[in-house]
């Protein structure tokens, strides 16, 4: 499968608590190429062996934003909560699935302008209702605590652009999997373990936890950061088509960093840098810290409209995280630096 088919495919699926579609879809494509082991929850892990027992870990995250339900009233209207970070003014009128006894289809309800007070939106998600259609049947077929995703279509824009829900970090997951492609059959100088995690969306759990499992000599994690748009800056965005962002922070590792941008260079692989001053709210923070200590890095695909069911995002920036960490890979790491 080429990259932006497995995209879409992974973006069209669900996987968010107890709803395993996208992670059974990722165990599978995984498994064309190495083994796959299930960690809790919705984590995986592959792995390919090399010459010696040093270890990269490359991880990236499966699980996306989306709802759970805390009430249904007798005429079918739903109350929910948020999992994760979500934005409420884009969510009147918003398209959902709800993952119940059945999947249902509904829509955040929107009051037509002409009935509008005028009022401020409401700042708590409880007064933004679901609409399932089902009137006093929804008791039959949705229950208190079943979650909600946003339910589209990845679709194609011009060139090589995409736009879809749960590109992020879905995007990191292709990557993933199309390194394990590219791997597969290869004279590697190092172990590879490939990490699908869970849960980074409510706090990192996923990573957190499969990483103190997973001994590993350093690490590099794949997600999305955000791209260029209107009223912007410059400083807080990566270029929409500009290539993979390599990570610099205090919690990353430099040599790491350096690394990457030096290979990029080498092999004239578009990129750009993203400096944070701290964390960097994606699983490498707590990946650098596992157990004694875990060399980290991070590489982002820039990304427009995150959290969103119309996230977008350019096929060539997740080709040019592929080449880098393929480059990585096959030097070995910073093992021989």
Same mark, same amino acid.
């Given at each position: 499968?080429?990259?932006?088919?497995?995209?879409?495919?992974?973006?069209?699926? *669900?996987? !968010?608590?107890?709803?395993?579609?996208?992670?059974?879809?990722?165990? =599978?494509?995984?498994?064309?190429?190495?083994?796959?082991?299930?960690?809790?929850?919705?984590?995986?892990?592959?792995?390919?062996?090399?010459?010696?027992?040093?270890?990269?870990?490359?991880?990236?995250?499966?699980?996306?934003?989306?709802?759970? /339900?805390?009430?249904?009233?007798? =005429?079918?209207?739903?109350?929910?909560?948020?999992?994760?970070?979500?934005?409420?003014?884009? %969510?009147?009128?918003?398209?959902?699935?709800?993952?119940?006894?059945?999947?249902?289809?509904?829509?955040?309800?929107?009051?037509?302008?002409?009935?509008?007070?005028?009022?401020?939106?409401?700042?708590?998600?409880?007064?933004?209702?679901?609409?399932?259609?089902?009137?006093?049947?929804?008791?039959?077929?949705?229950? !208190?605590?079943?979650?909600?995703?946003?339910?589209?279509?990845?679709?194609?824009?011009?060139?090589?652009?995409?736009?879809?829900?749960?590109?992020?970090?879905?995007?990191?997951?292709?990557?993933?999997?199309?390194?394990?492609?590219?791997?597969?059959?290869?004279?590697?100088?190092?172990?590879? /373990?490939?990490?699908?995690? +869970?849960?980074?969306?409510?706090?990192?759990?996923?990573?957190?936890?499969?990483?103190?499992?997973?001994?590993?000599?350093?690490? !590099?994690?794949? +997600?999305?950061?955000?791209?260029?748009?209107?009223?912007?800056?410059?400083?807080?965005?990566?270029?929409?088509?500009?290539?993979?962002?390599?990570?610099?922070?205090? /919690?990353?590792?430099?040599?790491?960093?350096?690394?990457?941008?030096?290979? *990029?260079?080498?092999?004239? !692989?578009?990129?750009?840098?993203?400096?944070?001053?701290?964390?960097?709210?994606? =699983?490498?923070?707590?990946?650098?810290?596992?157990?004694?200590?875990?060399?980290?890095?991070?590489?982002?695909?820039?990304?427009?409209?995150?959290?969103?069911?119309?996230?977008?995002?350019?096929?060539?920036?997740?080709?040019? /995280?592929?080449?880098? %960490?393929?480059?990585?890979?096959?030097?070995?790491?910073?093992?021989?630096?």
């Amino acid at each position: 499968m080429e990259i932006k088919d497995v995209l879409f495919e992974l973006s069209s699926a *669900a996987a !968010i608590g107890t709803v395993t579609n996208a992670s059974d879809l990722a165990y =599978n494509m995984l498994s064309n190429y190495t083994e796959v082991t299930r960690l809790g929850g919705l984590s995986l892990m592959g792995e390919i062996k090399g010459e010696k027992d040093y270890t990269i870990l490359i991880d990236a995250h499966i699980d996306e934003v989306g709802f759970i /339900v805390t009430d249904i009233s007798d =005429n079918g209207f739903l109350t929910v909560q948020k999992c994760g970070g979500i934005d409420l003014r884009h %969510l009147p009128s918003k398209a959902v699935t709800v993952h119940g006894k059945e999947k249902i289809p509904a829509v955040f309800v929107s009051t037509p302008p002409h009935l509008d007070k005028g009022d401020e939106m409401p700042d708590d998600i409880a007064k933004y209702k679901l609409d399932t259609a089902l009137g006093g049947k929804a008791k039959d077929i949705v229950r !208190i605590g079943d979650f909600v995703t946003y339910r589209t279509s990845p679709k194609t824009l011009c060139g090589d652009a995409v736009c879809g829900k749960t590109f992020d970090d879905r995007a990191g997951v292709t990557c993933l999997i199309e390194l394990a492609k590219r791997l597969q059959g290869k004279t590697l100088p190092c172990r590879v /373990v490939f990490l699908i995690s +869970d849960a980074e969306e409510l706090g990192l759990r996923g990573a957190k936890t499969a990483a103190y499992k997973i001994t590993s000599d350093e690490a !590099i994690a794949i +997600d999305v950061s955000f791209g260029d748009g209107p009223d912007i800056p410059d400083t807080q965005c990566g270029k929409i088509g500009g290539g993979a962002m390599i990570g610099i922070s205090p /919690v990353l590792e430099r040599t790491i960093s350096d690394k990457l941008t030096d290979l *990029a260079k080498q092999n004239d !692989i578009k990129h750009q840098l993203e400096v944070m001053g701290g964390n960097t709210s994606t =699983n490498a923070d707590v990946i650098s810290v596992n157990k004694c200590g875990t060399p980290t890095g991070l590489i982002s695909i820039p990304l427009r409209n995150m959290h969103t069911d119309v996230e977008m995002l350019r096929i060539s920036d997740i080709e040019s /995280v592929c080449d880098i %960490l393929e480059h990585y890979i096959l030097s070995g790491g910073v093992m021989n630096d």
